[in-house]
């Protein structure tokens, strides 16, 4: 089964600063897909970025990019220029290229200071 | 905003009665996928329907049953409420072509809360 792990229970970062968010998985598969999700108070779940496996290069969007490493099974998100509206939860997510259902991580709160 | 409204938003429950969830999905969306959120933890798989048949499910007991509706939108239902099915209940919605499927849209969640 697969499985997905945030080592980091939470985080903090000063406004306009940078800050990783990690995250590392078990997989069988060679094919899928990985995401990070933001999880603020409000409680929906809003997709912030998304890797295919197939792909080498790295997926940016705006300040957030990923570091993904697939023989290390590792995907951390890093959020460049910081802002208080970045304060959440960010959970990291697996799901196999035919499968039906994400695999989520534990998640990491994400504190910013202004 | 996703397009993928959950009703109701809160909802207190006794021990031992039964629950339905509401999701209405995305528009143009035919997948409907179901998550217990436990607090503190991140989202567990509990089902996912597909023209309105179930379409794999999570370790999760029978008592938790759903549907899909030919609009796509979907109940969670929850027979025998133990107090360790109090957590937040996220529906998601996608569209699934032949085992191609887009990204998952969340709603915003029921809390359910069972003493």
């Known amino acids: 089964a697969q499985t997905v792990t945030q080592s980091q229970p939470e985080m903090s970062v000063q406004e306009a600063e940078t800050v990783t968010l990690s995250c590392t998985y078990d997989?069988?598969?060679?094919?899928?897909?990985l995401f990070w999700y933001k999880q603020p108070p409000s409680r929906q779940m809003i997709l912030v970025i998304r890797?295919?496996?197939?792909?080498?290069q790295n997926a940016t969007e705006n300040r957030f990019s990923v570091n993904f490493q697939k023989a290390a099974k590792s995907f951390s998100l890093k959020i460049s220029d910081s802002q208080l509206g970045d304060a959440a939860m960010y959970f990291c997510?697996?799901?196999?290229?035919?499968?039906?259902?994400?695999?989520f991580g534990a998640g990491t709160i994400l504190r910013v200071k202004s | 905003e996703t397009g993928v409204t959950q009703s109701p938003t809160h909802l207190i429950k006794t021990r031992g009665q039964q629950v339905t969830l509401r999701c209405s999905s995305q528009?143009?969306?035919?997948?409907v996928s179901w998550y217990q959120q436990a607090l503190g933890q991140g989202p567990q798989f509990i089902f996912q329907?597909?023209?309105?048949?179930?379409?794999g499910r999570g370790n999760f007991p029978p008592r938790f049953s759903g549907l899909q509706f030919p609009n796509y939108s979907s109940e969670l239902n929850v027979n025998a409420l133990e107090l360790d099915d109090s957590a937040l209940y996220l529906c998601?919605?996608?569209?699934?072509?032949?085992?191609?499927?887009?990204?998952?849209?969340f709603g915003q969640g029921t809390r359910l809360t069972v003493v």
């Open positions: 998601a919605s996608s569209f699934e072509l032949t085992g191609w499927e887009t990204e998952a849209f």
């Open positions: 997989t069988s598969e060679s094919d899928y897909y």
């Open positions: 890797q295919e496996a197939y792909k080498q």
């Open positions: 997510a697996y799901r196999a290229q035919y499968g039906n259902k994400l695999v």
């Open positions: 528009s143009g969306h035919n997948t």
């Open positions: 329907y597909y023209r309105e048949e179930e379409n």
